[in-house]
C-alpha cells in the first residue's frame, strides 16, 4: 500500500508489522539494561528510579509498572516522550532510516494492547495476603514505627490520616550473592492505594529503620504489594474530597502530589483534601472525581536527565494540560527552593521543613479542611 495514501491507524499497523521489536530495542541505549536482564525486571528506563519496575517479555512487549503493558511504539514514546504519531516515525527512523526507505508494508489486523487482567485465582489470592496485611497492621498514628519516622522527616503523626497504616514486622525479600532470595523483617508504613473508582486494590510498602530514623538499609525499601486491580487511574487518597452542590452545581477541591511524605507535608501545611499519585506516571493517568472543580498539583522539582526530561514537572504539566481540557481549574505548583548541588530534586516536604507553612499560599477554607 502506498504510504502516502495510509491513515494514522494504518501507519501504526504498518510499524507493528515490519519492526521487530528486539532489533529496535538493541538501537535505544537506555533499552540495554532491560535486555540484559530479560525477562527480569530493571530500574525505570527513563527515570532510573526504582529496580524493579519495568521489564522486556520474550515476545517483545514490556511492562510498567503502573502504565501496564507496553508495544514498541509505546516503548519508544515512553523514552523520548513522545505523542504516538510521533514515536510511529521515530521508530521508522530508528528501524529504516525513515519512511522514504520503507515500502511493500503489509496492513494486517495487529492485537489491541492488553488491557490489565487476573485469573480468579490470582485475585484471590491478592486479595487473602492484602487482608492478612491488614489484619496484622494497625492505623498509622498507633504505630510507634510509623509515628517515630514521620517525626524524623518533620511531619506531625497526629496529623495522619486512616489510610495510612502500619506494621511492626514486613516481610522483605532481596536477592542474595548467588541470585537466591534472603528474608528480612522491618517495619513498614503502609499507605491503602485504590484505584480510578476508589476502590482499595494495594499496600504500598515503605520499609522503615528499627529506630524509625530514616528506610529500611535495604536494596529496595519502597514495594507496592501486588494489586488486585489496575493501578492506572488510581492513587493513594490521603483524604476523600467533599463535594458541595450549589445553583451552579457541585464543586470541589482537591491536592495531588507524587510521594507520600510530600503529599503528607501538602496535607499538613493547607489542610486541603490530598491524594499521593505514587509515581509521576500514575500521577499523569489519575482520575479525578466528577464534582471536583479545582485540582492543586504540588509538583517534584526535578533536575533534567540528559534527554532534557524533568519527570515530575513534566508529568505534572500534562495532567494540567488533561484536567483544564476537561473542564477543571487546575495549577502546577513548583517548590520555591533551587535544586541542591548533588542533589536529584527537591520537593514540598523540603519546602515544609525549610520555609515552613507560609511556603504554601493556598490553604483550605473551614469547611474543607482535614486537620480539624
Partial sequence: ????????????????????????????PEMSAA?????????????????TVFRVKTNGDCYLNGTGYMDAIDVVAYIYRLTKMQAVDKVVELYSG???????????????KRDFSLSDDDIKKRKSFLRSMHKASVEGKNSQ?????????????????PSIRGISKALHYTKGKDSSPVKTYWPAMLPIYHNAEGKPISFHRIYLNLNGEGKAP???CKKIMAPTGDMRGGAIRLDEPTIYHDEAGPFGCLALAEG??????????????????????????VVIPKGITQVKIYADKDKANDKGVKPGEDSAMKLMKRLISEGID???????????????????????NELG??????????????RK
Fill in 35 to 51: 535486555l540484559k536482564s530479560m525477562p527480569s525486571q530493571v530500574p525505570d528506563p527513563v527515570t532510573g528510579s526504582g529496580t
Fill in 145 to 161: 514505627e510509623v509515628c517515630r519516622y514521620l517525626a524524623y522527616r518533620g511531619l506531625n503523626p497526629d496529623l495522619l490520616p
Fill in 260 to 285: 507520600v511524605e510530600t503529599s503528607l507535608a501538602v496535607r499538613e501545611a493547607t489542610g486541603l483534601p490530598t491524594w499521593a499519585c505514587y509515581s509521576n506516571t500514575l500521577l499523569e493517568q
Fill in 218 to 220: 535495604v536494596d529496595v
Fill in 357 to 370: 507553612t507560609r511556603a504554601f499560599r493556598f490553604k483550605a477554607s473551614a469547611a474543607i479542611d482535614v
Fill in 330 to 352: 487546575c495549577e502546577v505548583l513548583l517548590p520555591p527552593l533551587d535544586i541542591p548541588e548533588g542533589s536529584k530534586g527537591v520537593d514540598w516536604l523540603d519546602v515544609l
Fill in 1 to 28: 500500500m502506498n504510504l502516502r495514501d495510509m491513515s494514522a491507524s494504518e501507519k501504526i499497523i504498518a510499524v507493528k508489522n515490519m519492526v521487530d521489536p528486539f532489533v529496535l530495542y538493541g538501537r535505544i
Fill in 98 to 112: 525513515g519512511w522514504q526507505y520503507v515500502s511493500n508494508v503489509k496492513l494486517e489486523t495487529i492485537p489491541k
